[in-house]
């Protein structure tokens, strides 16, 4: 069933308490209203390179309103002679459609071979099959497409307006049949924006500003808030793709981008005494999940405040969370390789619905609320970046400099980030997530297995494991274009858990996480036996979010001049011992930038090519790099380190824990007694 999410963050007088001794709030009965939402205009992001993939060409907007600094962005008014009717729960939860249509003046023709839909005078009604889903009529009555994942607030006091800030348009399953391709069915074809006038029987209060409950703030009974977000679904989607990624068994010589629709929710905890018993199920945020129960008994609120919309509690900035995603692939030998990686989703509002205590503010997630940044929504480039302005231990985000405040006025650059970025493809691939289709290719990549993976960022949280989640996927060729496909199960933490499993008993396999003061990060092995006395040992580096961050100012006007991770990794290899070969691999198909592998006395060192202040292809946050060592030596205990790129102390971080190899013994190793694996 399609569903939409639809919250609005404004309260009646309804005498909520205003504050309580125990976390434990019972909720007022219910006050239902009709609403009616009505004029305005939609505004249009439209996918117009995925849409050609599907056969269509995508005329431009007839009657169209006047273009601001964001051409890629299409406007179209919205008549007044009729409205949609909605149903509100206490002012805060959106029950449902309950009738009505919203026509536009103006709109777009979709010509393919197959059939042209004009949605000139397109309509928007509520769906046949579900009061919470919006189908768009076209001209001929049919709904060939539907809409959800809306993000939205009220605002205006006395003449209220909705402002809805992103919603996802896809494809209907009648369009995908008629298509010839069922799998078409909600593929997300543009981002949608509506701003409309509301129409309430009474009278509507702003509802108040800011939260008691940030994190480290007290909390009842000696307790304190802590910040604890969690990943809670996501799934894939293909958006886009070169012109030289033209499918199996062809160049391989293009770009294929995927986004996620990436769902979060808030910490559950109350403080109640029971929650002391982290195993309780009733208690876990992610029911089912190792890592679905927080270890903070009291969840405290989490900023979510727009970029350049002023200074907020309670860090006197506009603070927000950052959301990024990755693409895994494990070869049919069994290496791992992060084989595409996407820059950060700048967040600007939650519609924190369900919540379990709904803070009534749409730029504050309450205590075990849930909100959904779309497809549509994660592939707008107005509110994506590079990941080196983020400081990613700490959250802050260096807005002084960066590409949407270049010259640090406070205010977001006209055109932004694109006006600040060279290429004439911004648009549509700066800062998203870009694979090489040669890694994808189903005939190359016999016996490959894929994992995605979604992170948020969240400052202050305490637990980073828990904000992200992987999911095996898989890819087949349309036709025209690359379909991703969403499996399960979806589990917390990085997709490299997956590989190598935290706490393995495995004998040839080892998974350390290293936590500092900069930042964590994980160092996965695997030692494979290749036959004829040679043995492989693949160590897969996921820098988690280590930088050591230098900066300029403070916030909110914070610039960030460097913010790399490691230049070098260094890994015990006796001096006797008999080196086969080497391998690093980074997933970006660029040679050039590869690290050199160097016999160095008792080690063998990986190193980035630069300078300290200017490598080339550092392990920067959220990026795995593996480094693959071939040898006749079996495993022993042993360690390695990573260089820190900046200067500053420590100048490395060692890894404890892991096996490397020794020099050959009359007898095998122990590690090799049993469940030895191999390629």
């Known amino acids: ?126 769906a046949k099959d579900s009061a919470l889903g919006l189908d768009l009529i076209g001209a001929d009555g049919e709904a060939w497409f539907y809409i959800d994942r809306l993000m939205y607030k009220l605002e205006g006091g006395d003449s209220p307006q909705l402002s809805v800030r992103a919603m996802d348009l896809r494809i209907s399953p009648q369009l995908a049949a008629r298509l010839g391709d069922a799998q078409l069915a909600g593929w997300v074809v543009a981002g949608l924006e509506m701003y409309s006038r509301v129409a309430t029987p009474g009278a509507v209060v702003a509802a108040p500003q800011g939260s008691s409950k940030w994190h480290g703030t007290a909390a009842p009974n000696g307790g304190v808030y802590e910040a604890d977000v969690f990943m809670q679904s996501f799934t894939m989607q293909y958006t886009r793709k070169q012109a030289a990624a033209d499918g199996p068994g062809g160049q391989n010589g293009g770009l294929v981008v995927f986004t996620p629709s990436s769902t979060l929710r808030n910490n559950r905890g109350t403080g109640n005494l029971d929650e002391a018993n982290l195993a309780n199920p009733l208690l876990a945020t992610v029911p089912g999940d190792p890592l679905g129960t927080s270890s903070a008994r009291y969840a ?19 603070q927000h969370p950052y959301l990024i995603w990755n693409l ?44 959904t940044y779309g ?45 600040n970025v060279a290429g004439s493809d911004c648009a549509t691939f700066a800062f998203r997530l870009p694979v090489r289709e040669e890694f994808i290719d189903t005939t190359t990549n016999a016996g490959a297995t894929y994992f995605a993976e979604s992170w948020y960022l969240v400052r202050d949280d305490i637990n980073i494991l828990n904000t992200m989640q992987s999911s095996p996927v898989s890819f087949n060729w349309t036709g025209s274009a690359w379909a991703i496909n969403n499996s399960n199960p979806l589990r917390l933490g990085p997709a490299l858990g997956r590989w190598v499993a935290p706490g393995t008993a495995q004998p040839n396999e080892r998974s350390v996480d290293v936590k500092t003061a900069e930042g964590n990060l994980r160092v996965a092995l695997r030692v494979n036996d290749l036959g004829n006395g040679q043995y492989r040992y693949d160590y897969a580096v996921m820098n988690l979010d280590f930088a050591r961050a230098v900066t300029e100012g403070a916030e909110p006007n914070l610039r960030v001049l460097r913010n790399n991770g490691f230049n070098r990794f260094e890994l015990s290899f006796p001096a006797a011992a008999n080196l086969v070969s080497t391998e690093f691999a980074d997933g970006d198909g660029d040679a050039n930038n590869n690290w050199a592998a160097t016999r160095v006395g008792s080690s063998i060192v990986w190193a980035a090519t630069g300078t300290s202040t200017a490598p080339v292809n550092p392990l920067n946050w959220g990026t795995m790099f593996r480094f693959s060592v071939t ?20 100048a490395s971080v060692s890894v404890l824990g892991l096996l490397v190899p020794g020099v050959t013994s009359t007898s095998p190793d122990s590690v090799f007694s049993d469940g030895f694996e191999t390629p």
């Not at 820059?343 to 749409?362: E, F, M, Q």
């Not at 509110?383 to 400099?401: F, K, T």
């Not at 040898?631 to 420590?650: D, F, H, I, R, Y």
């Open 631 to 650: 040898t006749t030596e079996a495993p022993q205990s042993g360690s390695s380190a990573l260089g820190v790129a900046e200067v500053g102390s420590p």
């Open 328 to 371: 895994y692939r494990v070869d049919a030998t069994g290496r791992i390789e992060q084989v595409g990686r996407s820059g950060v989703k700048h967040a600007w509002l939650t519609t924190n619905s369900p919540c379990d205590i709904n803070p009534g503010d749409n730029h504050v997630l309450g205590r075990g609320c849930v909100d």
């Open 1 to 126: 069933m399609r569903q939409l999410k639809f919250v609005l963050g404004l309260v009646v007088a309804l005498g909520v308490p205003a504050a309580h001794a125990v976390e434990d709030v019972k909720p007022v009965a219910e006050a239902s209203q009709q609403w009616t939402v009505w004029g305005g205009e939609l505004r249009f992001n439209w996918n117009r390179d995925l849409m050609s993939d599907l056969g269509f060409q995508v005329g431009a907007a007839s009657q169209r309103l006047a273009v601001g600094d964001t051409p890629h962005i299409e406007r179209v008014a919205l008549r007044e002679a009729a409205g949609l009717e909605i149903r509100v729960r206490n002012s805060f939860d959106f029950a449902g459609f309950a009738g009505g249509r919203l026509q536009a003046r103006g709109g777009f023709v979709l010509d393919s071979a197959k059939l042209t839909i004009d949605l000139r005078e397109l309509v928007l009604r509520p």
């Open 300 to 318: 405290a609120d989490v900023p979510w405040y727009t970029k350049f919309t002023g200074n907020f509690a309670p860090y006197s900035n506009d």
């Open 375 to 419: 497809t549509g929504n994660n592939d707008n480039i107005n509110d994506l970046g590079p990941r080196g302005e983020i400081i990613p231990a700490s959250g802050i985000w260096g807005r002084c400099g960066s590409v949407h405040d270049r010259n640090c006025d406070g205010a977001r650059d006209n055109g932004s980030p694109c006006s």
